[in-house]
């Protein structure tokens, strides 16, 4: 079956600092790519999305690109914040089967 | 818009107990969904819906059911809980399919004793 495998945390930051967490996949066809961020004693919120190869999801300064030579879909941040502190899911999309990665949770600090 | 609900935010049962997970939106969406988040291992999905009365299962189904009698609600129904279906059970919708971007609730943290 389908699956997501995410760096494994936890990840520890100074502000300022360059993010990059590393996704890769497993799926047949054509998945959907997501990121996703839970905040502590929320709910997941969506951060980015890439629904084809090549495409880039961009939000709130993170990026991620589609590369479906590689099956990855790595989050990126040039300077990362004392509020981007929380857990990222990668995740998969693909004939009604949604797939999550085990999270990596980020803390920045001052 | 109160987006996606999810009542209660925390129970405990007794092994071999039954209870019922609520989850409501106000979005209209057409697709909802149920995840389990369990330490190491993300979400997984364990019953989805793409419509009134139209219900699918996920990864993880077994020990749950659900129904989708109105397009606003989408109960979870722990038959039996056993110990192992200590969680935290996550509702969320979209509008229509898991391509599109996913709501999620609050959540509701369950312990099965």
């Known amino acids: 079956g389908d699956s997501v495998t995410q760096m494994e945390g936890p990840v520890t930051l100074s502000e300022e600092a360059f993010l990059t967490i590393n996704c890769t996949y497993t799926?047949?066809?054509?998945?959907?790519l997501f990121w996703y961020v839970q905040y502590p004693g929320e709910g997941l919120q969506l951060l980015l999305k890439a629904t084809k190869a090549d495409d880039k999801g961009s939000n709130k300064g993170f990026e991620a690109t589609y590369r479906k030579e590689t099956t990855s879909f790595h989050l990126e941040k040039g300077s990362v914040q004392v509020s981007d502190s929380a857990v990222y899911f990668c995740a998969l999309s693909n004939n009604n089967d949604m797939r999550f990665g085990a999270g990596t949770r980020l803390t920045v600090k001052p | 818009n109160a987006g996606v609900t999810q009542t209660p935010k925390f129970q405990v049962l007794k092994t071999g107990q039954s209870m019922t997970l609520q989850c409501a939106q106000d979005m209209n969406h057409e697709y909802m969904s149920w995840y389990r988040q369990d330490p190491g291992m993300g979400l997984r999905l364990i019953h989805y819906s793409v419509g009134a009365g139209i219900t699918d299962q996920g990864e993880v189904p077994n020990g749950y059911n659900v129904s989708r009698s109105t397009t606003e609600d989408f109960p979870l129904r722990l038959l039996s809980a056993a110990p192992s279906q200590t969680s935290v059970y996550f509702c969320?919708?979209?509008?229509?399919?898991?391509?599109?971007?996913?709501?999620f609730g609050p959540g509701t943290r369950l312990l099965v004793l």
């Open positions: 969320a919708s979209s509008y229509q399919g898991m391509r599109e971007t996913q709501y």
């Open positions: 799926a047949t066809g054509y998945p959907s």
